[in-house]
């Protein structure tokens, strides 16, 4: 196992200073090489650091109890144990760190039981960085959500549990919308410091501001923006939105 802080042989290291915010990552992974590689997707991606990689379930259990990550990255074909009976065992010892499978199993009754054992993804190989960074991203968004909710109802319940396990297909946008687009709009919203209008937006996508403001108006119809209104001294109020968190 390399912890934090240790060389993987090659002459570079795993450590780095804890920040506020950052998600503790574990990745387990039989082959040396697959697991530097996994390892360098998710440093790339804010606010995850990889806190240790393990190469055998035995030295997961160990280093989940040592090293305490927020998320396990999770391969199933491991050489002393399925991956999938590593799971309960870290549940049986008081471990609730979150799991993410990433492993060539795709056979049904593996699927399946991954979901009963409550997986936040599950992502087959081989993969690139393009196809781990959203479900990274993805996960993190769940994780604050969970982490700042204040239930006064039934609605905040339900948003906290919006998006909640494995990830179903993608909504289908409406006629004439991009995915490509609306990935940059939520990047937009995701990262602005307050509120944004149709023109802001429009200026930090390239995108213009008929274009930008259906995106908006989209995401505020599928509920994950939020919309308020800015009067000024004349005029129309300006609507200013914002991702909802």
């Known amino acids: 196992m390399i912890r934090s802080g240790d060389t993987d ?34 440093e790339r991606v804010e606010p995850f650091r990889v806190v240790g990689v393990a190469y055998t379930g035995g030295q997961a259990i160990e280093a989940v109890e040592e090293l305490r990550p927020d998320l396990v990255l999770l391969d199933l074909y491991l050489p002393d144990l399925f991956g999938l009976d590593v799971i309960p065992r870290l549940r049986t010892a008081g471990h609730d760190c979150d799991v993410m499978v990433i492993s060539a199993a795709q056979e049904t009754d593996t699927v399946r039981g991954a979901v009963r054992q409550g997986v936040v993804d599950y992502l087959l190989k081989p993969f690139d960085f393009e196809d781990l960074r959203p479900r990274l991203e993805r996960y993190a968004a769940q994780r604050g959500r969970l982490l700042t909710a204040v239930v006064r109802g039934q609605a905040d319940i339900d948003r906290v549990l919006a998006g909640a396990g494995v990830p179903g297909p993608a909504p289908v946008l409406p006629k004439g919308m991009s995915v490509e687009t609306a990935e940059l709009v939520e990047r937009a919203l995701r990262e602005a410091e307050g509120t944004l209008s149709a023109s802001e ?21 599928t509920g994950s923006a939020e919309v308020s209104l800015r009067y000024g001294v004349a005029g129309r109020p300006e609507r200013r939105y914002a991702w909802r968190a």
């Open 9 to 42: 042989g090659s002459g570079d290291t795993t450590g780095t200073r804890a920040k506020a915010g950052t998600i503790d990552v574990l990745v387990v992974d039989d082959d040396f090489m697959v697991a530097r590689i996994h390892r360098a997707y998710v």
């Open 201 to 221: 937006c429009a200026a930090l996508t390239g995108v213009s501001r008929v274009s930008a403001r259906r995106y908006l108006e989209y995401f505020h119809g």
